[in-house]
């Protein structure tokens, strides 16, 4: 079974919020924590719109398990090689740290590890299939989560 990133993002919200009320493991008190989280969700939020709108824009396959459109490598992915995926790992930090509960950090290091692990490593395959050098250089300039790499020579 596929669940694609969004729904896996509205599990993981919905269950920080129950594990929230129901199992917090510890709680931190902390306003800071709270007004931090919501900035942080609110960032997130905004640069995985970004990059869905980008997409949308240009007219290629947002869509995690559907054959690759187009490499696109401007606007929020001149600095991210998955900007949509950053965006929902840190509105989902941002979620927990509103939650102020550390069970809500263990959903939100879940949820990171399984972007990375399970969508960002099937997509870099499919796109190494299908764009070969051209998303290799890609690769070679774009760090995976966020930064230009510096060129040599």
Do not use: H
Request: proline fraction near 5%.
């Amino acid at each position: 079974m596929q669940i694609n990133p969004p729904t896996l993002f509205w599990i993981i919200i919905s269950a920080i919020f129950a594990v929230e009320r129901f199992f917090p493991l510890m709680r931190f008190t902390e306003p800071w924590i709270l007004w931090g989280g919501i900035a942080v969700f609110v960032f997130g939020v905004g640069v995985s719109v970004a990059g869905k709108n980008l997409f949308e824009r240009i007219g290629t396959n947002v869509y995690t398990f559907e054959e690759p459109g187009e490499l696109v490598t401007e606007g929020v992915f001149s600095i991210s090689r998955n900007p949509m995926y950053l965006g929902l790992v840190l509105a989902v930090i941002g979620a927990a740290m509103v939650s102020r509960t550390l069970a809500a950090l263990v959903l939100s290091a879940l949820f990171a590890v399984i972007v990375r692990y399970c969508y960002v490593a099937y997509e870099e395959r499919a796109m190494r299939r299908k764009f070969g050098d051209p998303y290799e250089a890609y690769c070679r300039s774009v760090r995976r989560w966020i930064g230009r790499r510096r060129s040599v020579g």
